[in-house]
Each structure stands twice: as C-alpha cells, then as structure tokens.
C-alpha cells in the first residue's frame, strides 16, 4: 500500500472492489535530454491513438472491437509500430486505451439508442423490446448497422422468434423501419475520435523497472533506444507491478505516475440509517436529521472567486492569470477547497452511519447566469459537479448506496403534508399544515420521502 501523503483518487470499479488511482512524482527537475525522450514518446502514442481511431472508429470495424485480437492482427500485420519507431510496451499500452475509448463511446451509443426509443411515443412495448434485443445481443447490432440479414446466437434463437411473432402480421415491415430507426440513431450519436495529447501516455510491466541509482530511488523506463532505459528519482520508495500512466510536465520538467490498485470496499456493521440530503452554495450538504457539513464551503469558494476577479482587474496590460505566482497561489486555495470537501464528507458519512443516501437529481446548470461578475461568477465558480462526485466515490468506497430521486419541485413541496409551500429568507413555510423549518432541511427530507416512495432514478449508483 502507498505511504503516508500519497494522493489517491476513486475510479469506476465492481460491487466489491473500488481501484485507487495511486499518485508518484518525480524528484527534482528531469533533464532537458531526457524530458525530449519522453515527449517523443508521448507523441508516438498519440499518433498510434490517432491511428486507431480514425482506422477502427467507424461502423464497419465494430464486429472486431470484442475481443480485439482481429485488430491486434492486423496492425502488427501492417507495420505501423515499426513505421513511428515505438516501443512495444508503448505502442501496445496507447493501442488498449484507444481501443477502450472507442468501446466507451459504443456503449454511449447504445445507450442513447435506448433513451431515444423509450422517448419515442410511436413505439408500442413490443418496439421497444426488440431494439433493446438487437442493441444487446451480440452480432445482432453490428448487422444492423452494415445493412446485413440479422443473425442471433443458437440459443438465442426462440426469444428472438417470440419477439417478432410479438411485432404482429406485419412484422418484416416493423423490423425494417426499427432497424432503420437504430441506424439514423447509431449513426446521429456516432463521432469521430481525436486526441492532441502528448503529454499522457502509459507503459506496460515489462517497459519500467523501479529501483536504485547513486543512492536514489526511482523508475528505469524504457526509451526507443534499444536497451537502453532512463533513471527518473521519484518522491517514495513505493513498487508497483502493473500498467502505468505517465503524465507529463514540460514546464515544470517533472513527470507524475499514475497507479490503479483495486481494494476491497470496506464494510461498516453499523451503518444503518437512511438519510436524504440537499447541496447548496454555501453550506455543502445539508442532512433530513438537520446536520450541516461544510459550513465553510460557501465562504472559501468565494474566496476563490474574489480572488480571480480581483487578479482579472488589477493589469490590463499583463495577463495576471498566467503568472507563476497567480498559478501557484491558486492551485493552493483550489486544493484546500477539495480537501475540506473529502474531510466533511467523511465526517457526514462517519457520523450519520448511513447505508443508504437519497440525493436529488438537478439539473447540470441550474439556470445560472454566465456572464458578469460578483454574484454571478459566484455562481459559475460552484464546484457543485465536484461535490457530487465525491459524495458518490466516497459511497462506493464504503458500501453506502447512493440513489437518485426525482429533484422537480423538490424544494417548494412540503415535506410534511406534500402540498405546495414557499420560501421566505432561509425557511420553508407550509401554508396547508404550518410546516416551518429551514428550505435545505425541507428539501433534505424530501429526498428521503421520495426515496422511500420509489420515486427513484437509479435503484444503484451506476
């Protein structure tokens, strides 16, 4: 495990595991020489990227993307790695990633084929089941976008049957213009792929070797000279044996490594309470108990704000935003904003003990004003997106679950008697019951009703 004050960030994982993005640095400046070796290195996996994606991004190459060893083929079989002159352990690294990001923006097209589908209010049950059926199943979907006869599996064969007898009479007519439906859909979300990154790339297990020179400890990585490979000293003295990233800093001639290392979420027998809970601008979360976490939330974002504005006035000659100490001091106040917001999060989940959270789902940009200053670029500078990824890495870490429920009218009902209230200064008021209480409070609680009435949007985080 990483030592003490080595940055973690929670990824995407299963039921039972979450994988810590673990963070190295390097020590002191990289020479010039070597910071070149590496950028060439960054640049030749961003063209293989770039190759992948522009060769294997459109409908034609999709039946190939699973497993992917057709593509494996064929590229070695083309000679590209040799052409650009990349190391294997690069080149094989940046082709896995391009192909994952092709896969991703698959599964979002699918996926918006299915919203469309369910939005479309021609379709009957029937319609809906069978483009379900053909995005889903293997070969199926890719059939329908190369214009061939649909194929299922053997044994997927008598659901298949079942689905078209339950299209009606008319059931070639009904597959033909849904399979067309599925085209215009597949093909409006479809997008061409594109990085102009050279600063990020990763490197496979037999392409690093940590270890020591002149009494320091580091990471050997491999170079395009053959047999030969490059001492970085790095901050710790941590091993690891997997694929990793490497992002770099030209400026500041330093590299950061980025380690994935999945953990067992961890289990807490005590956790048992369900809670609502309600995000505001200046207290953070808001509990249906009543508890406030972050109450310095609000006050160190408009620190922020003010900051900038005040730095964005002072020259109009010199852009103040792009001197070092500007950057510098930013940074700081930014990190101690996403530190405080980790420490009251962990104190809401520790002191609640909940194992379920109910959270209302808004909009993205909730109507705000982008143009101005003062209360307005307040409001822009908002890091309510932050919050809410935390709220849900942090849940997943520790076996909470997170649900969404309905966020219209979520402020304005009353949580009491449900009828229609309103808002004076800080306090919701109930003209139906007499319901008096703070507005965040309010809105806390109705996420728990409506969490506990089945007014839900996800039954899991996702």
Avoid at 264 to 292: A, C, F, P, R
Avoid at 389 to 415: A, F, H, M, P, Y
Wanted: hydrophobic share 35%; with cysteine; charged share 30%.
């Amino acid at each position: 495990m990483p030592k003490k004050g080595t940055r973690a960030k929670l990824l995407v994982s299963d039921d039972k595991k979450v994988c810590k993005a673990i963070h190295q640095y390097s020590k002191g400046k990289i020479s010039s020489e070597n910071m070149d070796v590496l950028m060439e290195i960054g640049h030749g996996c961003m063209v293989t990227k770039n190759y992948i994606y522009q060769r294997y991004g459109g409908i034609k190459s999709l039946e190939k993307l699973y497993p992917g060893y057709v593509i494996e083929a064929e590229v070695r079989e083309a000679g590209f790695r040799e052409k650009i002159g990349l190391p294997s352990v690069y080149f094989s690294a940046a082709m896995d990633r391009a192909l994952g990001d092709i896969r991703i923006m698959w599964a979002q097209v699918k996926s918006g084929i299915n919203d469309a589908a369910s939005k479309n209010e021609r379709f009957s049950p029937e319609d809906r089941h069978y483009i379900r059926f053909a995005i889903k199943v293997s070969g199926c979907f890719e059939n329908i976008l190369n214009g061939k006869p649909v194929s299922v599996p053997k044994e997927m064969q008598p659901r298949y049957n079942k689905i078209l007898m339950e299209l009606g009479e008319e059931s070639e007519q009904r597959v033909r213009d849904l399979n067309r439906f599925v085209c215009r859909q597949a093909r409006k979300r479809l997008r061409k792929q594109h990085t102009d990154n050279e600063t990020y790339f990763a490197v496979k297990m037999k392409g690093y070797k940590y270890g020591e020179l002149d009494g320091k400890h580091g990471i050997f990585l491999t170079t395009k000279v053959s047999r030969k490979r490059m001492f970085i000293p790095l901050t710790d003295t941590n091993v690891y044996d997997r694929t990793l990233d490497i992002k770099l800093n030209t400026q500041k001639r330093s590299i950061e490594i980025i380690v994935p290392l999945f953990v067992n979420v961890k289990q807490h027998e005590d956790y048992t309470n369900e809670i609502g809970i309600s995000l505001g601008l200046w207290n953070m979360i808001t509990t249906s108990t009543g508890n406030v976490y972050g109450s310095e939330f609000g006050k160190m974002q408009n620190e922020i704000s003010m900051y900038v504005l005040k730095e964005m006035s002072q020259n109009g000659k010199v852009k103040t935003s792009d001197t070092k100490k500007y950057i510098a001091h930013k940074a700081k106040m930014d990190a101690a904003l996403k530190n405080y917001v980790n420490m009251e999060i962990n104190r809401m989940l520790g002191n609640e003990k909940t194992k379920v959270v109910y959270m209302a789902k808004l909009p993205r940009n909730p109507g705000m004003s982008m143009k101005g200053t003062g209360d307005t670029y307040f409001l822009r500078m908002w890091k309510k997106g932050f919050v809410t990824e935390r709220i849900q890495w942090k849940c997943r870490e520790n076996d909470i679950r997170l649900i969404e429920v309905v966020g219209k009218g979520i402020g304005t009902d009353c949580s009491v008697c449900g009828q229609k209230g309103y808002i004076e200064d800080e306090n919701f008021k109930c003209p139906v019951c007499g319901f008096n209480e703070n507005k965040k409070v309010n809105g806390a609680r109705n996420a728990l009703n409506r969490g506990k009435t089945g007014k839900q949007l996800n039954k899991k985080l996702p």
